[in-house]
T-cell receptor
């Protein structure tokens, strides 16, 4: 595997379910990110981890819980979601998060539908 | 705060037509500017970037020039192909080092 991978690619869940999204980067990067992509809205940054430490949490509801066990893996744990949480969830990684010229590399995303 | 404004789509062109997608930004200081592309069913890929004024980013026939005087970073391509059909996102990274994205522009190229 190369680049950034995400599983599952598609997920349908009820509002009372608990599920997790997984992201893995094979690029040796130091930072990982979760974004939410909704139709006709700019990408929303949810969480940033740098060297496995959370450095950003953009007022995301507590029903989204991130976990970064090491620099290559990032999880997003989901519980008691709402239908408005249906979106494409994108993971990204980068090498130098403190450098404004830093390039982020994105995975293909998980398409989440909450019923 | 920092922001990016890009033209709304969809943009529909015939193959071999000239493409321009406008992007303007608001930021303090000297941000880096990016164009990302998202093909159907995929994540975002970096298309090109520029890190200082008057820099030109280029890749796969696409170009964009960092214009500080007009706070713009318009994307151009001289001759589009059907395979260029995708959503294009303009973005900046400024004082906070966070990527700020525009809403995206859907490009549809017809044979």
């Amino acid at each position: 595997e190369t680049g950034v991978t995400q599983t599952p690619r598609h997920l349908v869940m009820g509002m009372t379910n608990k599920k997790s999204l997984k992201c893995e980067q094979h690029l040796g990067h130091n930072a990982m990110y979760w974004y939410k992509q909704s139709a006709k809205k700019p990408l929303e940054l949810m969480f940033v981890y740098s060297l496995e430490e959370r450095v950003e949490n953009n007022s995301v509801p507590s029903r989204f819980s991130p976990e970064c066990p090491n620099s290559s893996h990032l999880f997003l744990h989901l519980h008691t979601l709402q239908p408005e949480d249906s979106a494409l969830y994108l993971c990204a990684s980068s090498q130098e998060p403190g450098d404004r010229a830093d390039t982020q590399y994105f995975g293909p995303g998980t398409r989440l539908t909450v019923l | 705060g920092d922001s990016v404004t890009q033209m709304e789509g969809p943009v529909t062109l015939s193959e071999e037509a000239f493409l321009t997608i406008n992007c303007t930004y608001t930021a303090t200081g000297y941000p880096s500017l990016f164009w990302y592309v998202q093909y159907p069913g995929e994540g975002l890929q970096l298309l090109l970037k520029a890190t200082k004024a008057d820099d030109k980013g280029s890749n796969k026939g696409f170009e964009a020039t960092y214009r500080k005087e007009t706070t713009s970073f318009h994307l151009e391509k001289g001759s589009v192909q059907v395979s260029d059909s995708a959503v294009y996102f303009c973005a900046l990274s400024g004082a906070t080092n966070k990527l700020i994205f525009g809403t995206g522009t859907l490009l549809a190229v017809q044979p």
